[in-house]
């Protein structure tokens, strides 16, 4: 079957094609127009400037995604994909509600014109399911007894812009919620601190970047900055704690101190390693407490090198041992790739446009 997936909760606008038969999966289109270029200025995402970008990017990213599937649109009474997408996948849920409307309205009119039905994605539940875009060409029978006997159940972070949430995946659909932030998310935490340094948005790579450059650097400067709830008995977290840690570190130190190289380093590093720290304490307490199989990462801040490799130094002496899944980079932050595949497992849950409705503050 083929499924062709669209995403635009914040300020990617995405469309997917999928081809999944006999259990193999094909990507064969995954457009992302990221508007990062334009929010940049603004250090952050505004919701109305987005909806417009997402109004002015859609068709052209839907051309594109169509072109690299190999469909022509040339005739645009009888376009050749009119017969050949079986499935519409849109995200409508959680997200920035003006943006989801976008997409939404997008998915409707074209499921209209193809008569088709739309399957309602959960853009959690898409950011876990984005780990599974990698076995491409690969047997990926998620239903098979093999993959619930070795995988399931898992410890899920998600981490992005807009979440952290521990979450425990006892069955594909079947998720129950541990913790979640009680204010800002690792991601808004990394962008909004990059943004008090001055580097530029998104932070999360940007601070990445600087941290990485500290490696193999005797720095002078030495900062330490809090790890938010790391030793509270439960699964939340709070980040913005640790950005207003830095801004009266950043304000402590005088304007040539702070713009010099050695401090942006050492606030680089220190930041991406309090966010790590608390990240990975929480999500290996609640492996302990669950006894699950597996830890899955997903969303913007997964795609971060040090979070992965500090997690896999954690857990390869545990015994019994734990698998440990995170997306391909490219399918970290937002994509429709994986909005696609999510449907792909809801399908009964497929409904006529008309009843497809956007729900901003939706929960896994
Ligand atoms: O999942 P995503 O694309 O959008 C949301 O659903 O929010 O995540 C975007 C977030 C941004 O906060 C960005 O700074 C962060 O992911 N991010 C990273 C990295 N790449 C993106 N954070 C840390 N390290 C990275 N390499
Ligand atoms: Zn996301």
Redesign the pocket.
């Known amino acids: 079957m083929i499924i062709l997936g669209i995403e635009t909760?914040?300020d990617?606008t995405s469309i997917a094609i999928l081809k999944i038969e006999n259990r193999k999966l094909k990507i064969l289109s995954n457009v992302v127009s990221s508007q990062v270029k334009l929010h940049a200025q603004y250090g952050g995402v505004y919701p109305f400037l987005a909806k417009r970008e997402h109004q002015k990017n859609l068709p052209l990213v839907f051309n594109k995604a169509l072109k690299k599937a190999g469909f022509k649109i040339s005739n645009s009474q009888s376009p050749n994909y009119k017969n050949k997408i079986d499935l519409i996948a849109v995200t409508f849920g959680p997200?920035l509600e003006p943006c989801l409307w976008q997409g939404i309205n997008f998915a409707k009119e074209l499921a209209e014109k193809l008569n088709l039905k739309i399957v309602p994605v959960n853009?959690l539940e898409a950011?876990i399911f984005a780990n599974w875009l990698s076995s491409l060409g690969k047997n990926f029978n998620f239903q098979s007894s093999i993959f619930k006997k070795n995988i399931l159940p898992a410890i899920c972070l998600i981490v992005?812009?807009?979440?952290t949430q521990l979450v425990l995946m006892k069955d594909i659909g079947k998720y129950k919620i541990l913790g979640e932030t009680r204010d800002d998310?690792a991601?808004?935490c990394?962008?909004k601190t990059a943004r008090i340094l001055g580097l530029g948005y998104?932070?999360?790579?940007i601070?990445?970047k600087k941290a990485k450059e500290v490696k193999n650097k005797k720095l002078k400067i030495e900062i330490v900055l809090p790890r938010p709830m790391i030793h509270h008995q439960n699964y939340d977290f709070s980040f913005s704690g640790l950005k207003t840690a830095v801004l009266y570190n950043f304000k402590s130190h005088s304007l040539k101190e702070r713009k010099s190289k050695e401090y942006i380093l050492a606030m680089a590093k220190e930041i991406q390693q309090a966010i790590i720290d608390v990240l990975i304490a929480k999500t290996l307490r609640a492996t302990k407490e669950y006894k699950v199989k597996s830890i899955i990462l997903g969303?913007?801040?997964s795609?971060?090198?040090e979070?992965r490799k500090q997690f896999q130094l954690k857990i390869k002496n545990l015994k019994p041992k734990i698998n440990f899944l995170a997306p391909k980079k490219e399918f970290?932050?937002?994509n429709a790739a994986m909005t696609a595949l999510t449907s792909y497992f809801h399908q009964k849950e497929a409904k006529t446009p008309k009843k497809v409705e956007v729900n901003a503050n939706l929960r896994l």
């Open positions: 909760s914040c990617d997200g853009h950011h992005s812009g807009g979440h998310a991601g808004e990394l962008d998104p932070g999360g790579p601070i990445a969303g913007g801040v795609a971060n090198e979070l970290c932050t937002d």
